[in-house]
């Protein structure tokens, strides 16, 4: 299978490699980033997660990649997109989604990514949309989402089967853009 990756200005979404493993558990270990995303995970949880993505890639062509900051080919998060999971408004739909280490919050990387990650959808995938969803708290994912051009769609807001239901993270919203309109905003921008 062809190596793969996804270049833009700063980043380089790729495939995942065996040493991202240990800077991918800091990340998920990390409360803050956890925060609005769910329960700390332990290294072997980690280990498996980047296994699933490896299958998804292997299987289906496209999975949440490993983002790679350029400057110091540091690995400091995954973005990319996946088929929604069962029992959410988005299932079988494709899903942008991104992870990110709190030391480069506030610089535009998620949003760069995330755009690169639509943009690859729309040229590669049959789809008419592209989808996103968090929890009603994650006020930065649900402006990433806005920035890239999703509009909410509370019709399609849900409770998240793999939440508990007494969790805070419980309701979700759902965010999409189609093809139309990123097109146009591409015309635009």
């Excluded at 996804?6 to 990340?27: G, K, Y």
């Excluded at 995970?41 to 983002?67: I, K, P, S, T, Y």
């Excluded at 968090?134 to 089967?161: C, I, K, Q």
Aim: hydrophobic residues 40%.
């Amino acid at each position: 299978m062809a190596f793969f990756s996804i270049e833009t200005p700063r980043l380089i979404l790729r495939d995942w490699r065996e040493e991202d493993i240990d800077p991918f558990h800091a990340i998920c270990s990390d409360p803050v980033v956890m925060e609005t995303l769910g329960p700390l995970m332990r290294r072997d949880e980690v280990a498996d997660l980047v296994g699933r993505m490896h299958r998804m890639q292997a299987d289906q062509g496209h999975c949440f990649w490993a983002m790679e900051r350029k400057e110091d080919a540091q690995l400091i998060g995954w973005c990319g997109i996946i088929r929604g999971r069962p029992g959410t408004s988005i299932h079988e739909k494709p899903e942008a989604g991104w992870r990110m280490t709190p030391s480069a919050w506030g610089k535009g990387y998620v949003t760069e990514a995330a755009q690169a990650s639509v943009q690859w959808a729309f040229e590669h995938l049959a789809d008419d949309a592209v989808w996103a969803i968090t929890n009603t708290e994650n006020d930065r994912s649900r402006a990433v989402m806005e920035r890239v051009g999703m509009v909410h769609d509370p019709r399609l807001d849900f409770d998240h089967p793999d939440v508990p239901v007494d969790s805070p993270l419980l309701r979700h919203v759902t965010y999409r853009i189609d093809r139309t309109a990123w097109m146009q905003n591409r015309q635009q921008g």
